[in-house]
Protein backbone atom coordinates (compact mmCIF):
# COMPACT_ATOMS: atom_id res chain seq x y z
CA UNK A 1 0.00 0.00 0.00
CA UNK A 2 1.08 3.52 -1.19
CA UNK A 3 1.79 6.98 0.87
CA UNK A 4 1.11 9.75 -1.44
CA UNK A 5 2.23 13.18 0.21
CA UNK A 6 1.59 15.27 -2.55
CA UNK A 7 2.43 18.90 -2.88
CA UNK A 8 -0.97 21.43 -3.34
CA UNK A 9 -2.87 20.53 -6.31
CA UNK A 10 -5.26 21.84 -9.01
CA UNK A 11 -8.84 21.87 -7.39
CA UNK A 12 -10.28 19.12 -10.33
CA UNK A 13 -6.90 17.30 -9.60
CA UNK A 14 -7.63 16.59 -5.84
CA UNK A 15 -11.19 14.66 -6.98
CA UNK A 16 -9.80 13.20 -9.60
CA UNK A 17 -7.23 11.54 -7.90
CA UNK A 18 -8.71 9.26 -5.93
CA UNK A 19 -11.17 8.55 -8.67
CA UNK A 20 -8.45 7.46 -10.81
CA UNK A 21 -7.12 5.06 -7.88
CA UNK A 22 -9.75 3.21 -7.30
CA UNK A 23 -10.68 2.77 -10.82
CA UNK A 24 -6.87 0.71 -10.99
CA UNK A 25 -7.30 -0.82 -7.35
CA UNK A 26 -4.13 0.88 -6.39
CA UNK A 27 -4.41 1.07 -2.26
CA UNK A 28 -3.11 3.89 -1.27
CA UNK A 29 -3.21 6.91 1.15
CA UNK A 30 -3.13 10.53 0.06
CA UNK A 31 -2.77 13.38 1.63
CA UNK A 32 -2.94 17.07 -0.50
CA UNK A 33 -4.25 20.24 -0.40
CA UNK A 34 -6.22 22.81 -3.10
CA UNK A 35 -4.57 25.51 -4.91
CA UNK A 36 -8.15 26.88 -5.81
CA UNK A 37 -11.29 26.93 -3.64
CA UNK A 38 -14.06 24.77 -5.21
CA UNK A 39 -16.78 23.38 -4.57
CA UNK A 40 -17.94 19.55 -4.43
CA UNK A 41 -20.79 17.83 -4.46
CA UNK A 42 -22.05 14.46 -3.35
CA UNK A 43 -22.88 11.47 -5.70
CA UNK A 44 -26.61 11.62 -4.81
CA UNK A 45 -26.82 15.27 -4.85
CA UNK A 46 -26.85 17.42 -8.26
CA UNK A 47 -24.73 21.01 -8.89
CA UNK A 48 -27.93 22.53 -10.73
CA UNK A 49 -30.10 22.07 -7.07
CA UNK A 50 -27.24 22.76 -4.36
CA UNK A 51 -24.70 24.83 -5.98
CA UNK A 52 -24.79 28.76 -7.40
CA UNK A 53 -23.03 28.40 -10.36
CA UNK A 54 -23.05 31.91 -11.56
CA UNK A 55 -21.67 33.08 -8.40
CA UNK A 56 -18.72 30.09 -8.65
CA UNK A 57 -18.46 31.45 -12.35
CA UNK A 58 -18.05 34.89 -11.06
CA UNK A 59 -15.21 33.92 -8.76
CA UNK A 60 -13.32 31.51 -10.04
CA UNK A 61 -14.46 29.07 -7.81
CA UNK A 62 -14.67 25.74 -9.57
CA UNK A 63 -17.10 23.05 -9.28
CA UNK A 64 -17.02 18.94 -9.41
CA UNK A 65 -19.54 16.50 -9.02
CA UNK A 66 -18.04 12.87 -7.23
CA UNK A 67 -18.80 9.41 -7.35
CA UNK A 68 -18.81 8.74 -4.09
CA UNK A 69 -21.43 9.73 -1.20
CA UNK A 70 -21.43 12.57 1.02
CA UNK A 71 -23.25 16.33 1.40
CA UNK A 72 -22.04 19.46 -0.29
CA UNK A 73 -18.44 20.71 1.05
CA UNK A 74 -16.61 24.07 0.20
CA UNK A 75 -12.54 22.89 -0.24
CA UNK A 76 -9.77 25.45 -0.45
CA UNK A 77 -6.32 25.82 0.73
CA UNK A 78 -7.26 25.83 4.77
CA UNK A 79 -8.16 22.04 4.29
CA UNK A 80 -5.88 18.93 5.03
CA UNK A 81 -7.85 16.66 2.36
CA UNK A 82 -7.40 12.84 3.22
CA UNK A 83 -8.15 10.03 0.69
CA UNK A 84 -7.97 6.65 1.47
CA UNK A 85 -7.95 3.40 -0.90
CA UNK A 86 -8.50 0.43 -0.05
CA UNK A 87 -10.01 -3.02 -1.91
CA UNK A 88 -13.28 -3.91 -0.62
CA UNK A 89 -11.94 -7.72 -0.28
CA UNK A 90 -9.16 -6.72 1.89
CA UNK A 91 -9.39 -7.86 5.45
CA UNK A 92 -9.61 -4.76 7.12
CA UNK A 93 -12.22 -3.46 5.73
CA UNK A 94 -15.61 -3.89 7.47
CA UNK A 95 -19.39 -4.91 5.98
CA UNK A 96 -21.22 -1.39 6.07
CA UNK A 97 -20.82 1.59 5.54
CA UNK A 98 -21.19 2.77 8.94
CA UNK A 99 -18.82 0.45 10.11
CA UNK A 100 -16.35 1.35 7.43
CA UNK A 101 -16.41 5.55 8.40
CA UNK A 102 -16.51 4.52 12.16
CA UNK A 103 -13.14 2.48 11.50
CA UNK A 104 -11.30 4.58 9.29
CA UNK A 105 -12.13 7.90 10.44
CA UNK A 106 -10.42 6.57 13.63
CA UNK A 107 -6.83 7.27 12.72
CA UNK A 108 -8.27 11.32 11.75
CA UNK A 109 -9.55 11.37 15.51
CA UNK A 110 -6.34 10.29 16.87
CA UNK A 111 -4.65 12.92 14.50
CA UNK A 112 -6.78 15.81 16.07
CA UNK A 113 -6.32 14.26 19.65
CA UNK A 114 -2.15 14.31 19.01
CA UNK A 115 -2.65 18.14 18.62
CA UNK A 116 -4.85 18.81 21.37
CA UNK A 117 -8.13 18.53 20.04
CA UNK A 118 -10.63 15.76 21.51
CA UNK A 119 -12.93 14.98 18.58
CA UNK A 120 -16.30 12.61 18.96
CA UNK A 121 -16.96 10.21 15.96
CA UNK A 122 -20.85 10.47 15.50
CA UNK A 123 -22.57 8.50 13.08
CA UNK A 124 -22.94 7.75 10.33
CA UNK A 125 -19.79 10.00 9.25
CA UNK A 126 -19.19 13.04 11.90
CA UNK A 127 -16.22 14.29 13.92
CA UNK A 128 -17.55 16.61 16.34
CA UNK A 129 -15.66 18.79 18.77
CA UNK A 130 -17.87 19.81 21.63
CA UNK A 131 -21.00 19.02 19.65
CA UNK A 132 -19.13 20.98 16.40
CA UNK A 133 -18.50 19.67 13.16
CA UNK A 134 -14.48 19.44 12.46
CA UNK A 135 -14.30 17.59 9.20
CA UNK A 136 -15.91 17.34 5.96
CA UNK A 137 -16.39 13.29 4.83
CA UNK A 138 -17.76 11.21 1.96
CA UNK A 139 -17.51 7.80 0.68
CA UNK A 140 -18.38 5.26 -1.07
CA UNK A 141 -17.36 2.41 -4.11
CA UNK A 142 -14.89 3.54 -6.82
CA UNK A 143 -13.84 0.64 -9.23
CA UNK A 144 -13.00 -2.58 -6.97
CA UNK A 145 -12.17 -0.05 -3.87
CA UNK A 146 -13.77 1.34 -1.19
CA UNK A 147 -12.85 5.24 -0.91
CA UNK A 148 -12.60 7.63 2.13
CA UNK A 149 -12.57 11.42 1.05
CA UNK A 150 -12.25 13.12 4.89
CA UNK A 151 -10.24 16.53 5.56
CA UNK A 152 -9.33 17.82 8.69
CA UNK A 153 -10.68 22.17 8.89
CA UNK A 154 -7.60 24.27 9.74
CA UNK A 155 -9.61 27.79 9.49
CA UNK A 156 -12.81 27.96 7.38
CA UNK A 157 -14.60 30.90 5.39
CA UNK A 158 -17.92 30.53 6.35
CA UNK A 159 -19.30 33.74 4.33
CA UNK A 160 -17.76 32.00 1.02
CA UNK A 161 -19.87 28.72 1.76
CA UNK A 162 -23.18 30.47 2.10
CA UNK A 163 -22.31 32.13 -0.92
CA UNK A 164 -21.54 29.18 -3.33
CA UNK A 165 -25.04 27.40 -2.22
CA UNK A 166 -27.87 27.66 -4.25
CA UNK A 167 -30.27 29.46 -1.77
CA UNK A 168 -34.49 29.58 -2.82
CA UNK A 169 -33.97 33.62 -0.39
CA UNK A 170 -31.82 35.79 1.45
CA UNK A 171 -33.46 34.55 4.58
CA UNK A 172 -32.19 30.77 3.78
CA UNK A 173 -28.77 32.21 3.00
CA UNK A 174 -28.37 34.17 6.43
CA UNK A 175 -29.57 31.08 8.42
CA UNK A 176 -27.31 28.71 6.72
CA UNK A 177 -24.27 30.64 7.76
CA UNK A 178 -25.43 31.12 11.03
CA UNK A 179 -26.06 27.33 11.73
CA UNK A 180 -22.85 26.78 10.40
CA UNK A 181 -20.79 29.00 12.45
CA UNK A 182 -23.20 27.58 15.22
CA UNK A 183 -22.15 23.50 14.13
CA UNK A 184 -18.35 24.24 12.73
CA UNK A 185 -15.28 24.49 14.06
CA UNK A 186 -11.59 24.43 12.95
CA UNK A 187 -8.54 23.74 14.19
CA UNK A 188 -7.10 27.22 14.53
CA UNK A 189 -10.74 28.06 16.15
CA UNK A 190 -9.87 25.56 19.09
CA UNK A 191 -6.10 25.98 19.46
CA UNK A 192 -5.61 28.77 18.23
CA UNK A 193 -2.71 28.15 15.97
CA UNK A 194 -2.20 25.63 12.44
CA UNK A 195 0.71 23.01 12.98
CA UNK A 196 3.09 23.20 10.47
CA UNK A 197 1.87 20.99 7.04
CA UNK A 198 4.81 18.58 7.13
CA UNK A 199 4.20 17.87 11.14
CA UNK A 200 0.25 17.62 10.77
CA UNK A 201 0.80 15.15 7.45
CA UNK A 202 3.29 12.88 9.37
CA UNK A 203 0.62 12.97 12.49
CA UNK A 204 -1.77 11.28 10.63
CA UNK A 205 0.51 9.25 8.36
CA UNK A 206 1.46 7.80 11.71
CA UNK A 207 -2.32 7.39 13.04
CA UNK A 208 -3.22 5.21 9.63
CA UNK A 209 -0.15 3.25 10.00
CA UNK A 210 -1.15 2.20 13.30
CA UNK A 211 -4.25 0.59 11.79
CA UNK A 212 -3.23 -0.67 8.66
CA UNK A 213 0.43 -0.74 9.14
CA UNK A 214 3.67 1.08 7.40
CA UNK A 215 3.46 2.35 3.87
CA UNK A 216 5.48 2.57 1.08
CA UNK A 217 6.33 5.99 0.34
CA UNK A 218 5.86 6.96 -3.33
CA UNK A 219 5.34 9.94 -6.14
CA UNK A 220 2.11 10.06 -7.97
CA UNK A 221 2.53 7.00 -10.38
CA UNK A 222 2.34 7.58 -14.41
CA UNK A 223 -0.36 5.31 -14.82
CA UNK A 224 -2.61 7.17 -12.17
CA UNK A 225 -1.81 10.49 -13.66
CA UNK A 226 -2.50 9.25 -16.74
CA UNK A 227 -5.95 7.85 -15.55
CA UNK A 228 -6.87 10.87 -14.34
CA UNK A 229 -6.98 12.72 -17.74
CA UNK A 230 -8.87 9.95 -19.24
CA UNK A 231 -11.75 10.18 -16.66
CA UNK A 232 -11.59 13.73 -16.28
CA UNK A 233 -13.59 14.32 -20.01
CA UNK A 234 -16.46 11.66 -17.85
CA UNK A 235 -16.76 13.42 -14.66
CA UNK A 236 -16.83 17.02 -16.46
CA UNK A 237 -19.15 15.67 -19.39
CA UNK A 238 -22.53 18.00 -19.04
CA UNK A 239 -24.81 15.00 -18.86
CA UNK A 240 -23.06 14.32 -15.59
CA UNK A 241 -22.68 18.02 -14.11
CA UNK A 242 -26.31 18.57 -15.60
CA UNK A 243 -27.81 16.07 -13.19
CA UNK A 244 -29.94 17.41 -10.50
CA UNK A 245 -29.57 14.31 -8.45
CA UNK A 246 -32.68 12.71 -6.36
CA UNK A 247 -35.76 14.27 -6.75
CA UNK A 248 -36.63 16.30 -3.25
CA UNK A 249 -39.58 18.05 -2.11
CA UNK A 250 -37.82 21.31 -0.74
CA UNK A 251 -34.80 22.90 -0.72
CA UNK A 252 -32.52 21.34 2.07
CA UNK A 253 -28.84 22.19 3.53
CA UNK A 254 -27.57 19.62 5.74
CA UNK A 255 -25.00 21.48 8.09
CA UNK A 256 -24.26 17.94 10.41
CA UNK A 257 -25.80 14.83 11.14
CA UNK A 258 -29.29 16.00 12.61
CA UNK A 259 -28.76 19.78 11.91
CA UNK A 260 -30.64 20.73 8.75
CA UNK A 261 -32.01 23.69 7.45
CA UNK A 262 -35.33 23.52 4.87
CA UNK A 263 -37.44 25.84 3.13
CA UNK A 264 -40.61 23.86 2.84
CA UNK A 265 -43.24 25.02 -0.06
CA UNK A 266 -46.64 25.83 1.94
CA UNK A 267 -49.93 27.04 0.52
CA UNK A 268 -52.79 27.63 2.74
CA UNK A 269 -53.79 30.44 5.29
CA UNK A 270 -50.28 30.49 6.86
CA UNK A 271 -48.66 31.85 3.63
CA UNK A 272 -50.64 32.20 0.77
CA UNK A 273 -47.77 31.69 -1.54
CA UNK A 274 -45.12 31.89 0.93
CA UNK A 275 -42.78 29.33 1.99
CA UNK A 276 -41.83 27.81 6.00
CA UNK A 277 -38.28 28.05 7.32
CA UNK A 278 -37.40 25.16 9.04
CA UNK A 279 -34.26 24.33 11.21
CA UNK A 280 -33.61 21.44 12.76
CA UNK A 281 -31.67 20.27 15.37
CA UNK A 282 -30.72 16.46 16.56
CA UNK A 283 -33.33 15.68 14.72
CA UNK A 284 -36.04 17.98 16.00
CA UNK A 285 -37.74 21.40 14.24
CA UNK A 286 -36.58 24.08 16.48
CA UNK A 287 -37.64 26.60 14.66
CA UNK A 288 -40.12 27.35 12.01
CA UNK A 289 -40.36 30.94 10.43
CA UNK A 290 -42.80 31.72 7.29
CA UNK A 291 -41.54 33.22 4.21
CA UNK A 292 -42.21 35.96 3.71
CA UNK A 293 -44.05 37.02 6.78
CA UNK A 294 -47.78 37.83 6.15
CA UNK A 295 -48.37 41.39 6.47
CA UNK A 296 -51.55 40.74 8.81
CA UNK A 297 -49.33 38.58 11.00
CA UNK A 298 -49.59 41.15 13.56
CA UNK A 299 -52.80 41.26 13.84
CA UNK A 300 -53.96 37.69 13.14
CA UNK A 301 -51.70 35.61 14.59
CA UNK A 302 -51.18 34.06 11.05
CA UNK A 303 -47.34 33.59 11.39
CA UNK A 304 -47.41 31.85 14.79
CA UNK A 305 -49.32 29.18 13.46
CA UNK A 306 -46.24 27.80 12.14
CA UNK A 307 -44.96 27.54 15.35
CA UNK A 308 -46.83 24.10 15.45
CA UNK A 309 -44.41 22.32 13.88
CA UNK A 310 -41.54 23.21 16.44
CA UNK A 311 -41.00 20.57 18.25
CA UNK A 312 -42.04 17.79 15.62
CA UNK A 313 -39.67 15.33 14.36
CA UNK A 314 -38.34 15.76 10.84
CA UNK A 315 -39.68 13.15 8.75
CA UNK A 316 -41.40 14.16 5.00
CA UNK A 317 -44.22 12.28 6.03
CA UNK A 318 -45.63 13.64 9.24
CA UNK A 319 -44.05 17.25 8.17
CA UNK A 320 -46.20 17.16 4.98
CA UNK A 321 -49.38 15.99 7.10
CA UNK A 322 -48.96 18.49 9.43
CA UNK A 323 -48.78 21.04 7.04
CA UNK A 324 -51.52 19.53 5.16
CA UNK A 325 -53.71 20.22 8.01
CA UNK A 326 -52.67 23.71 9.06
CA UNK A 327 -53.69 24.65 4.97
CA UNK A 328 -57.04 23.37 5.92
CA UNK A 329 -57.96 26.09 9.52
Given at each position: ?????????????????????????????????????????????????????????????????????????????????????????R??????????????????????????????????????????????????????????????????????M?????????????A????????????????????????????????????????E???????V????????????????V????????????????????????????????????????E???????????????????????????????????????????????
Amino acid sequence: MIFLDLPPMHWDETQLLYHALGRLGIEALALTTSVEPYVCVGFSQGIPVEVDSEYCRAHDIGVFRREIGGGTVFIDKDQLLIQLVLKRDRDAVPAGQANFFRKFLGPVQGAYKEIGIDAEFRPINDLLVKGRKVSGTGGGEVGSCNVLATNMLLDFDFDRMSRVLRCPSEEFRSAVRRMMEENLTTVKNETSTIPQPARLRQVVKEQFEGLLGPFEASELPYQVEAEMERIRVELFHRRWVSDKGAKKKWREVKVREGCYLAQVPFDGKVSEKGEILLEVREGKITKATVIPPPPSSRTNGTASNADILVGLEYDEEQLLNTLSKMATR
